[in-house]
């Protein structure tokens, strides 16, 4: 009984459900950023002048209070995009205050290197299991027929680690 | 007592590639290691400004005595700025040599403008500040530190000089004195005329 | 005056000569011991490692008698130290600075080391045991070294102008308990995984690789694990409670330092089974091994150094070359021995199949080390710039925010499938029996989030696995509980599916926290209620407050008419910087977290405050206890099964092991 809830037809329907589920919940539509979020975006990507590495959004000197003012007015002016305010503000106070690397220049190398990263990882990965693959694929010589028979001699339990164990 | 290793038949056929790896960890872990050992405790670089060269951000304001104030109106005279707060020590410190600069500006032909912007303080505190202490010259209000983020100032005390066209010439991002401001102006003028 | 009270300076230099000098001479004693085979010397090698404890206990004790009676002779109490500070704070200020949290490290090491020597008091005739004694001693040596050199606590201070010294902590120091327990808890963390360490170098010098070693030091590297996995909770939560802009981690170069050992960690935990079970994946136990001892060096490096900017950080120039040598030393060694030994420690079996717990395990240990390249390259990537182009930049949230999406996402997929995975291979008929239900389960979470109104590709993929992954671990627990009864609890297999819990109720706080935050501003007029987020918000009045360290004014606010609670900005008066405290009620579904804005009036009757309604936070500490539990639960001996095919790296019995 249990073995024919649990069939292929069960799965097919899981498959579906999961995925009308996301795609309601992705295509759920929170509406444009309000301009208010496109403060916080932008202050979240730009660090106070003067702190150790905290961001103008969670900041509270002076300095990060008027920089938000700052943000604000050009965003409600709306003319201008949101990279040309961080602009603004780069220009005025250096490139110590960009949180986010830029994607140009040796600062791409911190977004390239995790993907290189990555990629060589599961390179890697699919290397070694074909290699082992391959390598499993020997015929048992006598030796090896030895020992699975004296180990079958004892009673030896099920091993398969479905409960408690490693 | 080591117990003997067990050494099987595939290891010995295997290429020995640790020494290989472990070189190659090495030499990574070794360029790390030079780029921290080179790190210093950093002092970010002030002295320049994106906006040298440029016309000055538009500053329009009040004073403190209630009169408005719009630095574009002061083309035609050569125009300083200081960024003052009252609980920074370098500005109070700084204080006097303003108050020997503007005096010595009122006294030539073609002196300069002297203006002070409050930089994260109340109004009373640098009012009261300059009626303790002396100077006269208009003290502009900069209630959302507007001005402060449209120059690009961070820290006190700054001080900017900007030429009768309206163009920033000069920026010193430390505390300055009255003789070599006042040095400094009168080579700009000399370069500007 | 002085000269009578510098007594504490003579002890405290003394028991650090003591301690240095009882280090060095029982690391020599014993390495040289076990060359030659010196039996008497071995005997008396044991007392050493009692006088590097007497030593460091001692030290630690008179810097706390000198804090308790505000000996101002010295200089650390000069920088740590005030008149006004009330006793809790005074006592943690022993680690509040350099100096003394090195002492607190030292004290916590010595401990360790005279543990394992209790421990192993009858087989330092064993060589394994005693080179690893022997790079406990060094490690020992070399942090005494520091405290008595570059950086001496018990420095005579000049004399003292109270003006300008005599301050006390830092005033984020002096605010919440927290700091009684965040920095010792994650010091035992830190320092546990020097014996693991100790062993798996002791492994590479004697050669013997197999079995051993690494159940002698399981559980060391456990209880580090779980220490330092509350530690960084407990610094998530004062975070919160303390900093006031409602976040729980912000990627800081100290924060990753932290993290940075902890992601290896984890990845040693996972991997050292299948060297048990299956004798495989040695040369990457003992490399995760080397990687998180030296990763705490070098967060050791990057805390105190000062090279990388952050808000966490206390330093003085000096002892960053030590750091950074000892660091390199550390490296150098391993590696020289990884490359001498390694091919001797690769296994000669193989894994069969990707779909198998090994495979999952291994997929596990690539996960973790690309994750621990990337927080470490967006750490020091700002130093790598500024090297080679001499100019400053910052890496931000941001970045760690992007990357580390994708892979939480990952582990949490790992996480759902993993646990039913059988060894050497699995047929899909297996798992598709067995993942069934957890799956539903997934779906069901995915339902209800989607029900109650999230949106977001992400998070609700988070969901749907995290309900996957739960289910999962209960499936494995509940049938743990229906065969073994209690027993279904411990062991290593039960106590991590708890651990795993855990991290699953973690991932969907921060999902949801991270997605579904809302926050708005306010100037709250007394008496004029305010309505945000279903709940209303009235300011009852601003106060006023002094104590002998501050001044500060408070917003009494009362939620929907009920208990009122009281963001404040505090103004310690001797260091003049303003300090915001927030205030926070936690609830099941939602906090509600308000902030003081630094702009209100201390005169005026208005306050401006910010509300953060941050859903499901309450969950995070909750998950957090919950790995805490499954921690404890998997240190519990579980049921051994021998048989005649176990793996040739069968574990020693642990009771005999004597560790």
Redesign the interface.
């Known amino acids: 009984m249990t073995r024919s809830v649990k069939s292929w037809p069960s799965w097919v329907l899981l498959v579906f459900v999961v995925g009308g589920l996301l795609a309601v919940g992705a295509a759920r539509d929170s509406g444009p950023r309000t301009p208010k979020e496109r403060v916080e975006d932008i202050s979240r990507r730009l660090a106070c002048p003067i702190c150790d590495g905290e961001s103008v959004f969670e900041s509270r000197n002076a300095d990060s209070q008027a920089i938000r003012i700052e943000i604000a007015r050009q965003v409600d002016a709306g003319t201008v995009s949101d990279d040309q305010i961080i602009n603004f503000i780069e220009q005025r106070f250096g490139s110590r205050v960009l949180l986010v690397p830029k994607a140009t220049g040796i600062d791409a190398l911190v977004w390239a290197l995790p993907v290189a990263a990555l990629v060589c990882a599961v390179v890697g990965l699919g290397v070694a299991f074909r290699r082992w693959k391959a390598a499993a694929d020997t015929i048992p010589d006598d030796a090896d027929r030895e020992l699975v028979a004296a180990a079958l001699a004892h009673e030896i339990p099920d091993d398969d680690p479905e409960v408690g164990e490693t | 007592?080591?117990?003997p290793?067990?050494?099987?038949p595939?290891?010995r056929r295997?290429p020995?590639?640790?020494?290989f790896?472990?070189?190659a960890?090495?030499a990574v872990?070794a360029a790390?290691?030079?780029?921290?050992?080179?790190?210093?405790?950093?002092k970010?670089?002030?002295t320049s400004?994106?906006?040298y060269g440029k016309p000055a951000p538009v500053v329009v304001s009040a004073t403190l005595d209630g009169d408005t104030f719009d630095l574009s109106r002061r083309k035609g005279s050569w125009v300083v700025l200081n960024f003052f707060q009252s609980?920074c020590l370098p500005c109070k410190a700084e204080h006097p040599e303003l108050v020997s600069f503007a005096a010595q500006q009122a006294g030539i032909v073609d002196g300069a403008e002297l203006y002070s912007i409050v930089?994260?303080d109340s109004d009373e505190a640098v009012s009261q500040w300059f009626a303790e202490q002396g100077g006269s010259w208009p003290i502009v209000k900069d209630d959302?530190?507007?001005i402060?983020?449209?120059?690009?100032v961070?820290?006190v005390p700054e001080t900017w000089i900007i030429d009768p066209s309206g163009i920033v010439v000069s920026r010193y991002a430390t505390t300055i004195t009255a003789a070599a401001l006042a040095n400094d102006l009168q080579l700009l003028r000399q370069a500007y005329g | 005056m002085f000269a009578a009270t510098s007594l504490n300076g003579l002890v405290g230099h003394a028991a650090l000569v003591v301690g240095l000098a009882a280090s060095v001479f029982g690391a020599l004693g014993l390495a040289i011991a076990t060359i030659t085979s010196d039996r008497r010397l071995l005997r008396s090698i044991g007392n050493y490692a009692w006088l590097a404890l007497g030593g460091a206990v001692i030290a630690v004790v008179v810097m706390e008698r000198a804090l308790i009676t505000r000996d101002f002779s010295l200089a650390y109490i000069q920088q740590v130290g005030a008149r006004e500070t009330p006793v809790l704070y005074n006592v943690t200020a022993l680690w509040s600075a350099l100096e003394g949290s090195v002492l607190l490290w030292l004290l916590i090491l010595a401990i360790y080391t005279a543990v394992i020597m209790r421990r192993n008091r009858h087989r330092l005739d064993d060589p394994l045991v005693a080179w690893a004694l022997v790079v406990m001693f060094v490690v020992t040596a070399f942090f005494f070294l520091l405290s008595f050199g570059p950086i001496d606590a018990f420095k005579a201070g000049p004399i003292p102008n109270f003006n300008r010294c005599c301050l006390g902590p830092n005033p984020l120091l002096q605010n919440h308990i927290l700091v009684l327990f965040h920095p010792p808890i994650l010091y035992l963390g830190f320092v546990g995984f020097t014996v693991p360490f100790a062993f798996a170098i002791a492994a590479l010098i004697t050669g013997r690789v197999g079995e051993g070693w690494l159940m002698a030091t399981r559980r060391w590297a456990l209880y580090a694990w779980g220490f330092l996995t509350v530690g960084i909770l407990l610094g998530g939560w004062w975070s919160y409670e303390v900093l006031g802009w409602g976040g729980v981690w912000g990627w800081d170069p100290v924060e990753n330092a932290s993290f940075l050992p902890w992601l290896t960690g984890t990845a040693y935990l996972h991997s050292v089974l299948v060297q048990e079970r299956r004798g495989m994946l040695r040369v990457w136990n003992i490399s995760l091994l080397v990687a998180t001892f030296s990763l705490t060096i070098l967060g050791t490096f990057i805390t105190r150094s000062g090279v990388l900017q952050s808000v966490h950080a206390f330093s003085n120039g000096t002892i960053g070359p030590y750091l950074l040598g000892f660091f390199g030393v550390i490296v150098a060694v391993s590696l020289a021995l990884i490359g001498w030994r390694g091919d001797r420690l690769r296994s000669p079996g193989a894994i069969d199949s990707p779909v198998s717990r090994e495979g999952a395990f291994l997929a596990n240990n690539v996960i973790f080390t690309v994750f621990a390249f990337i927080v470490l390259l967006g750490t020091v990537f700002p130093l790598i710039v500024e090297a080679l182009q001499d100019r400053q930049i910052a890496v931000g949230p941001p970045f760690f925010d992007r990357l580390s999406m994708p892979i939480g996402i990952t582990l949490l997929f790992l996480m759902a499938v993993a646990p039913v995975l059988p060894w050497r291979k699995a047929s899909t008929e297996l798992l598709r029996d067995r993942l069934f239900w957890p799956a539903w389960c997934g779906a069901g979470a995915l339902a209800i989030s989607v029900a109650v109104g999230a949106d977001g590709l992400a998070p609700l993929l988070a969901f749907f696995l995290a309900g996957f992954a739960g289910g999962a671990a209960m499936r494995q627990l509940v049938l743990a509980l229906r065969r073994q009864g209690w027993r279904g609890l411990v062991g290593r297999a039960n106590g991590g599916m708890v651990v795993h819990l855990g991290v699953i109720l973690i991932a969907v706080a921060l999902a949801a926290s991270n997605s579904y935050t809302r926050v708005a501003e306010f100037t709250l007029q007394p008496g004029v209620p305010v309505s945000y987020g279903g709940h209303t918000f009235e300011l009852v009045e601003l106060q006023q407050f002094t104590d002998a360290r501050s001044t500060g004014v408070k917003a009494l606010i009362s939620i929907d008419g009920g208990q009122t609670y009281a963001p404040a900005i505090t103004t310690f008066t001797n260091f003049g910087t303003k300090i915001p405290t927030p205030s926070v009620r936690n609830g099941l579904l939602n906090d509600l977290y308000l902030t003081l804005e630094p702009s209100v009036r201390f005169d005026g009757t208005e306050a401006p405050v910010k509300i953060f309604i941050k859903p499901l936070v309450i969950w995070m500490w909750i998950g957090g206890m919950m790995m805490a539990l499954g921690t404890v639960l998997a240190g519990f001996p579980g049921r051994r099964r021998r048989s005649p095919t176990d793996p040739v790296s069968a574990p020693i019995d642990l009771e005999t092991a004597g560790v």
Do not use: H, Y
């Open positions: 007592m080591s117990e290793v067990t050494v099987s595939e290891s295997r020995r590639i640790a020494p790896i472990s070189l960890v090495a872990v790390l290691f030079v780029v921290l050992a080179g790190g210093k405790a950093d970010p670089d002030v400004s994106f906006l609980s930089f994260d959302d530190g507007q402060a983020t449209n120059f690009g961070a820290q």
